[in-house]
């Protein structure tokens, strides 16, 4: 095996050059490909990490190509690497595979400010676009928690959430055009055209899809003016019910925040019980952008359904503080990334005895969602710290907190009592999972998810990759 990995590395260097091929321990050992590293992570893989034989740093699509062209005459897997902040071990390496990291090919290739669109390379982090479109006037829709950290192409392959969905949608609804090196090593353009009439659009198959049928190599993505006035506004709950109603007189009256971001706090020691739910007050964050004259308007009628709500204003500033500090948790985490030896992100203790799901579901179903999952989490010592929504309503988070007093139990009740609240979701119509992908973590759950429609995707996956080399085992493909 290791003269194989060897043999295999030292073909990349006589094609690609020596300074894009890193071989050495010490390096490959820190891609690991999940955000918090296996030691720490929430839930226990199911498939165990395995080191890289070897990493190539691509600078261009013809890099790619090669890259896939000599790892598939050598039965090597692929997996296709961005910034590694993906929670679900999407870009952990697998046995003897070449990892892609594409972070080398992070140039701006071109921004029309007059189509308001961007053509970029993979690697390019989403905090550095959007500052660099910023001067043109534009932003980037897409503003997760991660904007500092995480790679546009691992943001389109797991078609990412951000703080200002409820206006401009997911990663993947900004997503216009890709170019992609399928597993068979051929290169592919899915057009960036607005609106087509002509087949389905090919772009839907990479974006979510965690690198399994090819790596993208190029995004065209759709940028939107800097809003004439964005306003912040901030709301204090007593009862999640009530902001989840205020929540939906919005949507219903078609109010759309562009950003919605409300939560329980965690509740006091000793306040959370296994088996039931606990009243614990929210905060309620909304953004509105647009022309001056809508914006007010909508902050006037928002206020106005909140108040009736039971929901009370927050003191000045304070939706303004939530925003400006609202990357502050990439910040800390990149930080802690670069100071660790091994390249782990480790977690306090109070952090490996919970865990943060997030399902989608119709708005209809939350309440019974929150209800069942604190009641079945009982014969696993879990409760439900918090719960909220963010976005759209349809995108709801749970945070689930280990209550025994015994540690021993720990790992196996997060993981099954995950694994409940996930079937919660589907058997209630919704999705496991709404921003971080399946990586190998949920892979275990994709036949439920997806029915008999996994075999279609396996199909598909086989049309483009033959020889199943493109990040195998992830996505359950
Ligand atoms: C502190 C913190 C906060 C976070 N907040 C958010 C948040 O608010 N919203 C959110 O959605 N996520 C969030 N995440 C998760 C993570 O940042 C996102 O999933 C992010 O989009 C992953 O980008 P990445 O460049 O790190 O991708 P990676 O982790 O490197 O890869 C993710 C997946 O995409 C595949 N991939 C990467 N690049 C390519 C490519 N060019 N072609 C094909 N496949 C590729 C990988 O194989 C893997 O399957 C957060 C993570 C952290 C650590």
Known sequence: ?????????????????????????????????????????????????????????????????????????????????????????????????????????????????????????????????????????????????????????????????????????????????????????????????????????????????????????????????????????GYRVDRFEDGLEAVMDMVALQLRPSMIDYEEDDAAEGVLRVGSLVDVPSSMFLAFDGFAEEVDAQVRRADEICRQRGCDPMAEGAAQEFWDTRHASAERYLRDRAADPDGLVRRSWSRRSSTYLNVTLSPSTILEFRARAARELAPYHLAVKNAGVWGIPELVSVRLAHLAADASTVEADLVAGSDLVLRIAQQLGGSMEYCHGVGVQLAHLMGEEHGAALDALRRLKRSVDPDGIMNPGKLGL
């Not at 060897?6 to 073909?11: F, K």
């Not at 890193?22 to 165990?48: F, K």
């Not at 609804?173 to 960036?192: C, K, M, N, P, W």
Request: proline content about 7%; hydrophobic content about 45%.
């Open 1 to 233: 095996m290791v003269r194989k990995s060897e043999q295999l590395a030292d073909l990349l260097e006589r094609v690609l050059g020596s300074s894009k091929v890193l071989r050495d321990q010490a390096t490959t050992h820190r891609y690991r490909g999940i955000a918090w590293g296996p030691a720490s992570s929430p839930l226990p893989l199911v498939v165990p990490l395995a080191p890289a034989a070897v990493v190539v740093r691509p600078e261009s699509a013809d890099d790619v190509v090669a890259t896939v062209r000599i790892a598939r005459e050598a039965g090597a897997p692929i997996v296709p690497y961005g910034s590694g902040t993906g929670v679900h071990a999407g870009a952990a390496p697998v046995q003897g595979c070449v990892v892609l990291d594409l972070g080398a090919m992070n140039r701006i290739i071109r921004i029309s400010r007059e189509d308001r669109t961007a053509r970029v390379g993979p690697g390019v982090v989403l905090g550095d676009l959007d500052r660099e479109v910023g001067a043109h006037g534009l932003m980037v829709g897409h503003d997760p928690w991660s904007q500092p950290i995480a790679s546009i192409g691992g943001a389109v392959s797991t078609n990412g959430v951000g703080y200002l969905a409820g206006k401009y949608g997911s990663m993947g609804d900004q997503v216009l055009g890709l170019e992609v090196v399928l597993g068979d090593g051929s290169l592919i353009r899915a057009r960036a055209v607005p609106k087509t009439s002509t087949g389905p659009s090919l772009r839907h198959l990479f974006i979510g899809a965690e690198g399994v049928f090819g790596a993208i190599t190029e995004v065209d993505v759709r940028l939107f003016p800097i809003p004439e006035r964005r306003a912040l506004v």
